[in-house]
């Protein structure tokens, strides 16, 4: 269990600590063969460049799109496209989200995407061409391993376009940034999400001149439990994005010394003794848990975070807030709130998510919603 859940994480998150590409391009640098046929025949006409600088031949029209192993991007997808009309097929893990999120309520029709196609790293090409895709987006293979995904797709003569999560230096801000100038080159509406991109750099810039403003403040220091399930703990250590949100925040990653997503222990806990702890999405575990000492063999009492009820839960709207997504500039401004809750008391932070949602995805939210966003179900870290 431990091993599966490491290499779907790393697989189809790709959250890794790669720093250069291998293996990306293939034979001369376009599709060939059958690929080459595939895009003809469906009228491709216009080519694009995507994330590992791979180039994709496209139809002039895309009414079918797939998105496999980039779990987040349906959230994107859909503030592009303000609907899930023509997105006909996602990741289980995906769904599981939408079905707990607010995905569901902005854009209904992604209830109706086919799972089938894939479960856990494997990806069934009988299914998905079942699907009739004009092109699948997907998460392409870190630095030295092969890109087994993308080379199914191109022997089926499938259009597919990488976008990378790792090539940013988990920079959650520039991520999400360049997801969207590459779904506006894909999908020909590069001014569907204006101002989004730039608001995430706003939201940066003004929490940083916070931080400046106060150069003397304590960073306190602060623990992610990336996955928290059955005695089996991970975290985010540096080349992982749990590193940016820490430091964007005003906060000291204490698991900075160890490497991408490692595994720990309750005696390293014991021994950084964080100040805060953040629990991501991708865990069913719950503050409560930690602050009543739920956990059978993990005694909780001693860490300075429970015994200051600083144990918190990523929020999850349109998707889990941990890795980039379409809420990503909030979850900057919330994470700056409860790290440094003296600085950024002035800010109503639900105010903030419901002017956000009516700006850009056309939506006010209800007291009900808020209550959903800020306190997800366990079931949301289903994988």
């Given at each position: 269990?431990?091993?599966?859940?490491?290499?779907?994480?790393?697989?189809?998150?790709?959250?890794?600590?790669?720093?250069?590409?291998?293996?990306?391009?293939?034979?001369?640098?376009?599709?060939?063969?059958?690929?080459?046929?595939?895009?003809?025949?469906?009228?491709a006409?216009?080519?694009?460049?995507?994330?590992v600088?791979?180039?994709?031949?496209?139809?002039?029209?895309?009414?079918?799109?797939?998105?496999?192993?980039i779990?987040?991007?349906?959230s994107?997808?859909?503030?592009?496209?303000?609907?899930?009309?023509?997105?006909v097929?996602?990741?289980?893990?995906?769904?599981?989200?939408?079905?707990?999120?607010?995905?569901?309520?902005?854009?209904?029709?992604?209830?109706?995407?086919?799972?089938?196609?894939?479960?856990?790293?494997?990806?069934?090409?009988?299914?998905?061409?079942?699907?009739?895709?004009?092109?699948?987006?997907?998460?392409?293979?870190?630095?030295?391993?092969?890109?087994?995904?993308?080379?199914?797709?191109?022997?089926?003569?499938?259009p597919?376009?990488?976008?990378?999560?790792?090539?940013?230096?988990?920079?959650?801000?520039?991520?999400?940034?360049?997801?969207?100038?590459?779904?506006?080159?894909?999908?020909?509406?590069?001014?569907?999400?204006a101002?989004?991109?730039d608001?995430?750099?706003?939201?940066?810039?003004?929490?940083?001149?916070?931080?400046?403003?106060?150069s003397?403040?304590?960073?306190?220091?602060?623990?992610?439990?990336?996955?928290?399930?059955?005695?089996?703990i991970?975290?985010?250590?540096?080349?992982?994005f749990?590193?940016?949100?820490?430091?964007?925040?005003?906060?000291?990653n204490?698991?900075?010394?160890?490497?991408?997503?490692?595994?720990?222990?309750?005696?390293?806990?014991?021994?950084w003794?964080?100040?805060?702890?953040?629990?991501?999405?991708?865990?069913?575990?719950?503050?409560?848990d930690?602050?009543?000492?739920?956990?059978?063999?993990?005694?909780?009492?001693?860490?300075?975070?429970?015994?200051?009820?600083?144990?918190?839960?990523?929020?999850?709207?349109?998707?889990?807030?941990?890795?980039?997504?379409?809420?990503?500039?909030?979850?900057?401004?919330?994470?700056?709130?409860?790290?440094?809750?003296?600085?950024?008391?002035?800010?109503?932070?639900?105010?903030?998510?419901?002017?956000?949602?009516?700006?850009?995805?056309?939506?006010?939210?209800?007291?009900?919603?808020?209550?959903?966003?800020?306190?997800?179900?366990?079931?949301?870290?289903?994988?």
């Amino acid at each position: 269990m431990k091993a599966s859940f490491k290499k779907t994480v790393f697989l189809f998150l790709l959250f890794s600590c790669a720093s250069a590409f291998i293996g990306f391009a293939p034979s001369g640098g376009h599709y060939m063969g059958v690929a080459e046929s595939h895009a003809a025949a469906k009228g491709a006409k216009r080519e694009i460049t995507d994330s590992v600088g791979r180039k994709v031949l496209l139809p002039d029209e895309i009414n079918r799109v797939v998105i496999s192993s980039i779990w987040p991007l349906p959230s994107v997808y859909c503030l592009f496209e303000g609907s899930a009309k023509k997105l006909v097929g996602i990741h289980p893990a995906s769904m599981s989200a939408a079905q707990n999120s607010m995905l569901a309520r902005v854009a209904p029709d992604i209830l109706k995407a086919s799972t089938s196609f894939t479960k856990g790293n494997d990806i069934n090409i009988e299914e998905l061409l079942k699907l009739r895709p004009d092109v699948v987006f997907y998460a392409p293979a870190s630095d030295g391993e092969t890109d087994a995904e993308y080379e199914q797709f191109k022997a089926a003569g499938i259009p597919a376009v990488a976008f990378s999560t790792f090539k940013w230096d988990f920079n959650c801000v520039e991520t999400f940034e360049n997801w969207v100038k590459l779904l506006g080159e894909v999908l020909q509406r590069q001014d569907e999400a204006a101002g989004i991109a730039d608001y995430g750099h706003e939201a940066y810039d003004g929490i940083q001149k916070v931080f400046a403003a106060n150069s003397g403040m304590k960073r306190p220091k602060v623990l992610i439990l990336f996955e928290y399930k059955d005695g089996f703990i991970t975290t985010s250590g540096s080349n992982f994005f749990g590193q940016y949100w820490i430091e964007a925040s005003g906060g000291v990653n204490v698991a900075s010394g160890l490497s991408g997503m490692p595994e720990i222990n309750m005696e390293q806990i014991y021994k950084w003794d964080p100040d805060i702890i953040f629990i991501t999405n991708f865990s069913p575990a719950l503050p409560e848990d930690l602050l009543q000492n739920k956990v059978e063999g993990h005694d909780w009492r001693g860490v300075s975070a429970v015994k200051n009820g600083k144990v918190y839960k990523f929020p999850l709207g349109m998707y889990r807030w941990f890795p980039p997504s379409s809420d990503t500039p909030l979850a900057l401004k919330w994470l700056a709130q409860k790290t440094h809750p003296d600085l950024f008391e002035g800010m109503d932070i639900e105010k903030e998510v419901r002017d956000y949602y009516e700006r850009f995805y056309k939506v006010k939210l209800t007291d009900d919603d808020i209550y959903k966003i800020f306190h997800p179900a366990r079931e949301a870290s289903q994988l």
